[in-house]
């Protein structure tokens, strides 16, 4: 049985909110845009040294070139080019979301949709309530409709804006912008008709109004804080056992700090079993990981089997003015060659922090990048135990991206010029794979975690 609930907001002060006078650009100046955007992509991405992939591209262009309208917005235009540029299933591809229409859109008092969500499994859940009567909802809940729209449509369609092939790292971007899509794909703005499924499964048919940007900044201020370290670190009451979570590798000197803060109290106390979290992990820098490696081995080892590089003008370029000792190397290869750069080996540093005891390392389907890089090579040099999800993270990708912006719209996007293939396992579309297998639901990982620790001890 379905129940109903009415929302009434009641308004102190009214806001006028009328028509927002858009940019839009004329038919002349997004084919130049799209001609410019085909051109970079294509020459200098690898993946288009294929030539059925790049003849499959030219009708994908035909096709985008007869789908540009008289006059498009910003936002518009985005909507055509970032499922095209997703289409290649790289991660580290993509278009970056234009906000210059949202921005006019807030500061004449626009309203949005007044959650944040979770999407899992293609499920959108309702992570926190940003209207004013922060009783209305306890988060978890489940929406089902929005104005009418199923929301496993809505999450379909949006994830095609990124690429990849993990879709809980696609359908984790769809959610940090959820708020921003919802009015981009749907033009929702005032007030949100939903079905939501509560904790009691039961249905229930809920009206919401949309709040404006001030609303949202002050309502936001209710929640207690979300933890955005970067790393954390814990000790079990048996002095016997850590968890290093480790969010990101982005940042060099921070892990550094926070490493050698965190390895001086494992040593103080003589910790016997290390487990290393990067769940949740989207990636970083390689020079992060070989910091970590400093601390849990002695063995030499590189980070890739094999890195290749397609040789472009724009990458010459790029090379000589920011990277000269790079451009040296890469100055005398014909264009549209593909380089395979040398694999030295990194012996690690003489560290007297350095840990001996049992390694365990916990892995979900949203560790990427160089995350993955590092969990495959903690498995390849046989470092300790993996528990929890294959890894987001293929064992051949592209990588080391930079970005280019649109002359007319000034729509950013990112294109990566190598391809790198990691340690970790031999299918190239498949991610590392744990030595055992457990679905990430709670605590799922970290319990199974420690009956493994006690089975080693």
């Known amino acids: 049985m379905r129940k109903t609930i009415l929302i009434v907001a009641i308004c102190i002060q009214t806001v006028c909110f009328g028509q927002v006078n858009y940019k839009y650009y004329s038919r002349t100046e997004l084919e130049q845009d799209l001609a410019f955007f085909s051109e970079k992509l294509t020459s200098i991405h690898p993946i288009f040294l294929d030539k059925a992939l790049r003849s499959a591209w030219d009708d994908k262009l035909l096709v985008m070139r007869k789908d540009l309208k008289d006059s498009m917005t910003q936002n518009e235009f985005y909507l055509l080019l970032a499922p095209s ?82 879709i809980a790292n696609r359908q984790k971007a769809v959610a940090d912008n959820f708020r921003f899509y919802i009015w981009m794909f749907y033009g929702f703005e005032r007030d949100y008709d939903l079905i939501i499924k509560n904790k009691q499964n039961e249905s229930l048919q809920v009206s919401v109004p949309g709040i404006t940007s001030e609303q949202y900044q002050r309502n936001i201020k209710r929640f207690p804080s979300k933890k955005n370290e970067l790393y954390s670190f814990s000790i079990d009451s048996t002095k016997k056992s850590s968890i290093l979570k480790i969010k990101s590798f982005g940042q060099l000197e921070s892990f550094c700090a926070y490493a050698d803060s965190a390895f001086s109290v494992i040593n103080k106390y003589r910790i016997q079993n290390l487990i290393i979290d990067i769940r949740g992990n989207g990636g970083g820098r390689s020079v992060v990981v070989d910091s970590l490696m400093n601390f849990i081995t002695d063995k030499p080892y590189s980070q890739y089997r094999k890195i290749e590089i397609r040789v472009s003008q724009a990458l010459k370029e790029r090379y000589k003015e920011k990277y000269p000792d790079r451009y040296e190397w890469i100055k005398n290869y014909e ?27 916990l892995t979900d389907k949203t560790t990427a990048s160089a995350a993955a890089t590092f969990a495959g090579l903690f498995k390849e040099l046989k470092l300790g135990v993996i528990i929890g999800e294959e890894t987001g993270g293929t064992i051949g990708y592209y990588g080391d991206y930079w970005d280019i912006s649109t002359p007319n719209t000034a729509i950013t996007f990112y294109i990566s010029p190598k391809r790198f293939i990691q340690f970790g396992g031999t299918d190239l579309d498949r991610g590392v794979i744990p030595d055992y297998l457990v679905r990430n639901n709670e605590d799922s990982i970290i319990k199974f975690a420690y009956i493994r620790r006690n089975r080693q001890n």
Not at 335 to 361: A, H, S, W, Y
Request: aromatic share 10%.
């Open 335 to 361: 264009i549209d060659e593909l380089v395979v750069q040398e694999m030295n080996q990194t012996l690690p540093l003489n560290c007297k922090l350095r840990f001996v005891g049992n390694l365990f390392l």
């Open 85 to 166: 540029l997703a289409s290649i299933n790289d991660g580290h591809s993509y278009i970056r979301m234009p906000f210059d229409q949202r921005i006019l859109y807030t500061k004449a008092g626009g309203r949005a949709f007044p959650f944040l969500v979770d999407i899992i499994d293609s499920k959108i859940l309702i992570a926190q309530y940003c209207g004013d009567d922060s009783t209305l909802f306890t988060g978890g809940e489940e929406i089902i409709r929005i104005n009418g729209v199923s929301s496993k449509d809505m999450v379909i369609e949006m994830q095609k804006l990124f690429g990849g092939s993990s």
